[in-house]
């Protein structure tokens, strides 16, 4: 009955839904979009190559500070919830097989995820991207070697410590912008570089190392607090 | 002669008054309160100020802010003697002030921005509801017995005497014109509050429902809407006022000097407490209309007032018939019986008083009975506090003593044949029940709204693509 | 000018960010941070205040930002108008009192509780002075997840529960938000307010509407009224009762203020209006009051029948804005200014005698005038401002609202504030009547005392936050004129949206 | 059009799974259904020639999808994960004191 009642409201409403947004313009109502002139303007503008990086950075970089401030605020909140006076500790992991592999490969997972983070504005990627594969790496830690060894190596601590670091990096470079450009978050021109290169577009490369660290220990201290409870029994 | 009293001179005359009642219960209650005194002071000065307000604001804030001043200090008054009791009243009277706040909101929807003469009845119906609460008007009386019984003696001297008055005093304001429903509503309440008071057994309760009785000449002298009629409404309210105070704050020594309120048990109390019975004959009398005393002046003017006005001139003899009805009821039993048929040896027997009346308690009753003989005496006296002309009615008093002499003698017939009319014994009145259902209501009817609004979570969020679809539907079609 | 807004959202921000960090070095230096940087963003926003008195008077105050120095249409804009002045200062203002108020009433995991409570601080500052709707956003997401993290901060299973259930409804508000958004960028092209406010017109019909339709069901759930109320008395009821006082007295009023800021500006009203949704919002509000005061009849838990007090008095509030007119806007803001004051006092005073009592919830104010009779006194005169006696503030904002329903002719609505008085009054009395139950000596055996020793964790924060409260309430129920002058402004920009669009767009109206 | 058709039918079995399903977890999974068909509408929205939002320095002329969606899916992306990511925290902890991840079994919701 619920099931029933449930599916037919759900039918009208996706139908009536359909219906109104059959009506979306093909394009936009206003020539003079902000979008055009991102497309149009670019590299010129603030030296970076990949667009979405730009906007996220750079025009639109506010809303990055609030969405790092989301996942900070996540963590604390998880940090808070989760957090017991003894933690247990597994130190219980996989075959020496895979551990001697993750051996290899974790260094390159790590240089990947630095890659992805300093080439956020040339290429596809950015700070968010790398630090979810800086995370990986507690990821891997847990689970092939056992919680202690992520505890010994890459202790809470620090990480809480990183991820500040990067929020405060983050701000520090949105202040920096008020010295130098006058507003918040602002891309001083000074810092712009050729176009294309490495050492380029400003305030982007800075703001995409602190979310990339910010996001890599958030989501590394999420995990490794829910791993925390869920190795309770060992 | 215009057709309104000016209500500015009455509003002094009535200030003047209201700060002399407080003056007198303070004076009483210095002994009364031992512990809470300057508490109970606090709250008095600032009932004398917001009364003060209510009787001279033109604003309709201050006068609403005054008002519920008062409610809220006569409820923390209450609360010193009983929490539930308080709680009560709050309640009631909250509720009447919400009415009034509501009649406020409706006379500025119609223009008047100030306190002026109401024209439209509707309002003025409203306007009486509201104030009504406060005023014990009938059908809003039902708090005045249980609380009286259960307050303590000052404070009830202060609600029966003052605090009532000051809806009338708005009624007056604001029905210059007169008001038939209230003329009629103050008819029933003399017979209603006489009748009850009649048959009441115990002291305190005597007494609520005789003040409804009285409000009833006041209700009738504003309702008439003639200029006697509202003199004497005025006068009546300081009148009664001096006179309810008194009997009040003789019931407090009385109870504790009898070890209770029913009316059978006031032993010897004539030469226990002398000044006491004094007071409390000479209050009764003026509330009976004796000759000499207050209240025959004022009940006489109330009298002129309205006779015309259908057959009220008749009815208010069978008024006056059943106040001393009560009244000698009363003195019977508490005053007069052990007067009368103890023996002289016994009379003189050594006097024990268990709770002897300091000067401060005493000081108060005998301030009473002299104003009310003074008035009595020699009424231009409160035409001269009025600052009125007196209006020239001569009130013989012969005749009206011959009335009084009739009446008493009907009276004291119906007391001796009947052995003092004694009455079984009644509960005290109690506004537990009434609260009580109108709580366990409210309570089954939230609880069952709250079944039937919150069943399982999923049928909870149920409600948001339905009010989607709802929307987008209205989109759509309209 | 002493201050920039922006300062008001980074301040809280920074502090945040830097917390974990002091906390890991050394503990007290992180408390002492706490109570710095609250007085410093307190003192922020009274210069705000103070230095933006004269043009308020004069209805010229407007500061904008330029984020990344990008002019509007390019970039994110901070447009802080007189509008987004009033409910910024509420929001300094009473996260400042329920800082300090913690400090006496958290005992445990104060680092992070710190963290996100001002996190959320930054969050509402930044859904006040945003100028551009997808940032409006993020900082709604901001602040409903740090509220989410500090509901269940109790972590016993009624919170948790409560978390999940206000999670659910929080996440679907935050998808129709999002998709209304995505709606209007779809089809004008812009994210700014002043833009999309300057275009909504040409945007078809129908696509207006729908756009309206999850904007304002999302909006709606967040503010609690009638068909998705269903969150709020679970929610309050198992949250700390210094995050109730913030939801209730904070969030609640920074969601009326998404509510004046999208529908009157972003939308323009006419859209409301010529759907006659009008009218459905009235009815659903006022709906919405009834309910509230109804169903908080039954409610033997104090900090329950506060939530549903306060669903009825956000009803009302929609209900008065949603007439319209400049006494009805004027009525909605005094109510939602004075009833921030009067319930967060109310939660307050109720969660001091819930903190230092033992026993069952239910059983814990039993007795409380005993435990500490200034702060019973101080919840008697907030029941009393609730109920609309006359000296105190609750009258006043109800005076007004009596008069903007008699203006437009809602007498139902005139009738459910009377009964919504009356019922009020009925609700508080058995609250007041247990606190003033038992005996003195009793009472005193049963209370704890503070949590720990120490300086900083002295019930003293907690009583002084009451007092101020009370302070408060009566001295704004005193001088209500003095809101007079700027909200005739603030009303000004809310029926007039082109001077916001001017504001922002400097003077260039585009096309 | 079929962007569209897609976009509703996944909002509408989201909610369906919100609605219907007596596991917290699936309403979890509902709740991220609904918010992908959203993220899913927002980056269809190709208004003009696709291509990268990423210039080629080498051929700068070339077409350009508009990039602004794709920038606020990223940010919605990163809110929506982190509000799933602490549900998931609470419904866990609420499972190791309830025993029960049952909807109905939970009485507390329904206060």
Known sequence: ?234 | MSDTIPIIEASHFLMGFGILLMLLIGTYASRYYQVQRNLFYLLLAFFTLSFGVVIYTTDWIYFLIAWEGITIITTAMILLAERRLAAQYFLIQFVGSNILYFAIIMALGEGYSNIVPLEEPWLQMLFILGLGTKSALLGLHFWLPPVHSRAHAPVSALLSGWSVNVGFVMMLRLLPEGNNILFFIGLAMIFYGGAMAFFSTDYQVLLAYSTLSQLGYIALGIGSGTLLGQIGAVLHMVVHGIAKTTLFLGSGLWEKECNGRIIYRFERAFYRHPVNAVSTIAGFSSLMGMVFLAGFHTKNLIKHGTEDIYATGFLLYGATLITVLYAMRFLWWGILKDMVMKSVQNRREKITCTYPPSVSEHVPLIIGTALLLAFGIYPPLMYMFLQLEDPGIVILWWPTMIENILFLVVGIALLALTEGLFFPLKPVPSLNRMLGLVITISQKVSNSIFQLLFPSFQYQLLWIPLIILFLLLWTNFI | ?511 | ?111
């Not at chain 3, 299973?157 to 508000?173: C, D, F, P, W």
């Not at chain 3, 309910?291 to 929609?318: N, P, Q, T």
């Not at chain 3, 909605?332 to 230092?356: D, E, I, N, P, Q």
């Not at chain 4, 700068?60 to 799933?84: K, N, R």
């Open chain 4, 1 to 111: 059009m079929i962007y569209s058709l897609c976009f509703v039918a996944l909002f509408m079995i989201g909610l369906y799974s919100i609605l219907a399903q007596r596991d917290l977890i699936k309403m979890v999974i509902g709740l991220n259904l609904v918010e992908g068909a959203v993220f899913f509408w927002t980056i269809t929205m190709v208004r003009e020639a696709g291509g990268v939002p990423i210039v080629d320095l080498a051929f700068p002329e070339l077409p350009m999808v508009d990039p602004i969606p794709q920038a606020l899916t990223l940010t919605a992306i990163v809110i929506s994960a982190s509000t799933t990511a602490l549900l998931l925290t609470i419904i866990v902890e609420l499972n190791r004191m309830a025993r029960t991840i049952e909807i109905d079994s939970l009485k507390g919701l329904r206060e």
């Open chain 3, 1 to 511: 000018m002493i201050f920039s807004p922006l300062l008001l959202i980074l301040l809280p921000l920074g502090t945040a960010f830097l917390i974990p960090l002091v906390d890991l070095f050394h503990v007290e230096t992180r408390r002492l941070m706490v109570i710095i940087s609250a007085s410093f963003s307190l003192f922020l926003g009274f210069a705000a205040l103070w230095s933006a008195w004269p043009e308020l008077l004069a209805g010229t105050f407007f500061h904008s930002y330029h984020l990344s120095g990008w002019l509007p249409p390019l970039g994110i804009n901070l447009a802080f108008d007189s509008l987004g002045l009033l409910f910024s200062s509420l929001v300094t203002l009473f996260s400042f009192l329920i800082i300090v108020y913690s400090i006496g009433f958290i005992g445990h995991h104060e680092g992070k509780y710190y963290v996100l409570l001002f996190l959320f601080q930054a969050g509402c500052q930044g859904i006040v002075m945003t100028g551009d709707i997808f940032n409006l956003y993020v900082f709604i997401e901001l602040s409903a997840i740090t509220s989410y993290a500090l509901i269940a901060f109790e972590r016993d299973r009624s919170s948790l529960e409560a978390t999940i259930k206000y999670m659910v409804y929080g996440i679907l508000a935050g998808v129709f938000i999002f998709l209304g958004i995505i709606i209007i960028y779809r089809s004008l092209g812009t994210l700014n307010i002043a833009e999309i406010a300057d275009n909504f017109h040409r945007i078809p019909l129908t696509l207006q509407r729908t756009s309206v339709v999850f904007l304002l069901t999302g909006l709606l759930i967040k503010l609690g009224v009638f068909p998705f109320h269903f969150w709020m008395a679970k929610v309050y009821g198992s949250a700390p009762a210094s995050i109730s006082a913030l939801l209730s007295g904070t969030l609640a009023k920074v969601n009326i203020y998404i509510l004046l800021r999208l529908f009157w500006v972003g939308t323009g009203f006419s859209v409301l209006r010529e759907a006659g949704w009008d009218r459905f919002l009235l009815g659903i509000a006022l709906l919405s009051t009834i309910l509230g005061h109804v169903l908080a009849l039954r409610e033997r838990e104090v900090k329950r029948m506060l939530a549903f007090s306060s669903m009825g008095h956000m009803g009302m509030i929609v209900a008065v804005l949603s007439l319209n007119t400049p006494l009805g806007l004027f009525a909605g803001l005094l109510h939602a200014v004075f009833h921030a004051l009067m319930k967060t006092g109310l939660f307050l005073s109720a969660g001091y005698f819930l903190r230092f009592r033992e026993g069952p919830k239910e059983k814990r104010f039993t007795g409380a005038a005993y435990r500490k009779l200034p702060i019973f006194i101080g919840f008697i005169i907030f029941a009393l401002s609730m109920i609309g006696i006359p000296p105190l503030n609750g009258f006043f904002s109800k005076w007004f609202t009596m008069q903007a329903f008699l203006e437009k002719d809602v007498y139902p609505a005139i009738a459910l504030i009377y009964s919504g008085n009356i019922l009020g009054l009925i609700y508080y009395l058995p609250f007041v009547r247990q606190g003033m139950l038992g005996k003195e000596s009793i009472m005193k055996q049963k209370s704890t005392s503070s949590p720990t020793p120490g300086f900083f964790y002295q019930e003293r924060f907690v009583t002084t936050v009451v007092y101020i409260l009370i302070l408060l309430v009566m001295s704004s129920g005193l001088l209500p004129f003095v809101f007079q002058e700027p909200f005739e402004v603030m009303i000004a920009e809310l029926t007039e949206p082109i001077r916001y669009i001017e504001h922002v767009l400097g003077g260039i109206i585009h096309e």
């Open chain 1, 1 to 234: 009955m619920k099931v029933f009642l449930t599916a037919i409201i759900l039918a009208f409403t996706g139908g009536a839904l359909f219906v109104n947004l059959g009506s979306i313009p093909d394009s936009f109502l206003l020539s003079h979009t902000a979008s055009r002139f991102y497309r149009e303007a670019v590299v010129t503008e603030t030296g970076a190559l990949n667009t979405v990086s730009a906007i996220l950075y750079d025009f639109r970089a506010f809303d990055s500070l609030g969405e790092s401030t989301v996942i900070f605020a996540t963590v604390s909140g998880i940090v808070l919830l989760l957090s017991r006076k003894t933690l247990p500790v597994s130190s219980a992991g996989l075959s020496l097989i895979v551990k001697r592999t993750f051996g290899i490969l974790t260094p390159f997972v790590f240089l990947l995820s630095v890659y992805i983070i300093l080439h956020g504005h040339l290429s596809p990627g950015g700070g968010f991207q790398g630090g979810v594969l800086l995370a990986v790496i507690t990821i891997i830690f847990c689970i092939i070697y056992g919680s202690s060894f992520d505890l010994s190596r890459y202790p809470p601590q620090r990480k809480t410590l990183i991820e500040t670091t990067g929020a405060l990096l983050f701000l520090g470079v949105g202040i920096i912008g008020i010295a130098l450009t006058g507003s918040f978050l602002g891309n001083p021109s000074a810092w712009r570089g050729v176009p294309g290169t490495l050492p380029s577009a400003g305030s982007i490369v800075p703001i995409n190392l602190g979310v990339g660290l910010k996001v890599g220990a958030g989501l590394a201290i999420i995990f490794y607090s829910m791993i925390q409870k869920t190795l309770k029994r060992q």
